[in-house]
């Protein structure tokens, strides 16, 4: 079984650029999770979809939106990028709530 | 709200010896997972233990246990036998058990090296 995919691995972007980071979950997994992992602010829980609704969100300001799509696929969306939002951003799929979470290996985006 | 802390920010160990992480949570939950997470210089998450905060026993998994004491809120990790491949950043986390909240809570981090 294929797991988590995310792409890019690797993203450069300038200050006021917007930026869409892709997330594959493993085959039968409906919930899709995104965190991002700084070294000052450690992983925080940006959002969740499961079935293409946004189920639950952390506190992150509305530069940051996602969505998911009919297959499960999951897209974040970061617009008006600022140097701080230069991170690790990982995702996450599972079956449903309470059930273990599966990691990609992460995208790290590079803000200058 | 759930809060995880991590007080051990580094932690070295010998090949084959045994070593615990520590991690105290605080949430307002009645039911909750606790878990352990590896994620080694690749980067990669990987679970390596859950425990269901309703269940008594502690959680096993091969070469990992939990020392699990609901009343006091820790959740400590013992690895036995270390090898070299254990080296990684090792996170506790929690999450509430219930329809909608898929969420995870991290700790800090406590970064483990395991020397020849």
């Known amino acids: 079984k294929a797991g988590v995919t995310q792409t890019p691995r690797y993203l450069i972007k300038t200050r006021g650029q917007q930026v869409t980071l892709s997330c594959s979950p493993i085959s039968g997994h409906r919930s899709v999770s995104w965190y991002q992992q700084t070294p000052g602010q450690g992983l925080q829980f940006l959002f969740e979809y499961f079935s293409e609704t946004q189920r639950n969100k952390g506190n992150f300001p509305g530069r940051f939106s996602g969505r998911q799509f009919s297959n499960s696929r999951s897209e974040m969306n970061v617009s008006t990028l600022e140097l701080g939002d230069s991170a690790l951003y990982l995702c996450a799929s599972s079956f449903d709530w309470s059930n273990e979470q599966y990691f990609g290996p992460g995208t790290r985006l590079t803000v200058t | 709200a759930q809060t995880v802390t991590q007080s051990q920010p580094e932690m070295s160990v010998q090949e084959a010896e045994t070593v615990t992480l520590s991690c105290t949570y605080d949430?307002?939950?009645?039911?909750?997972?606790l878990f352990w997470y590896k994620q080694p210089p690749s980067r990669q998450m990987i679970l390596v233990i859950r425990?269901?905060?309703?269940?008594?026993q502690n959680a096993t998994e091969n070469r990992f246990s939990v020392n699990f004491q609901k009343a006091a809120k820790s959740f400590s990790l013992k690895i036995s036998d270390s090898q070299l491949g254990d080296t990684a950043m090792y996170f506790c986390?929690?999450?509430?058990?219930?329809?909608?909240?898929?969420?995870?809570?991290f700790g800090t981090g406590t970064r483990l090296t395991v020397i020849p």
């Open positions: 949430t307002s939950e009645n039911n909750y997972y």
């Open positions: 986390a929690s999450a509430a058990i219930q329809t909608g909240a898929n969420n995870l809570f």
């Open positions: 425990q269901e905060a309703y269940k008594q």
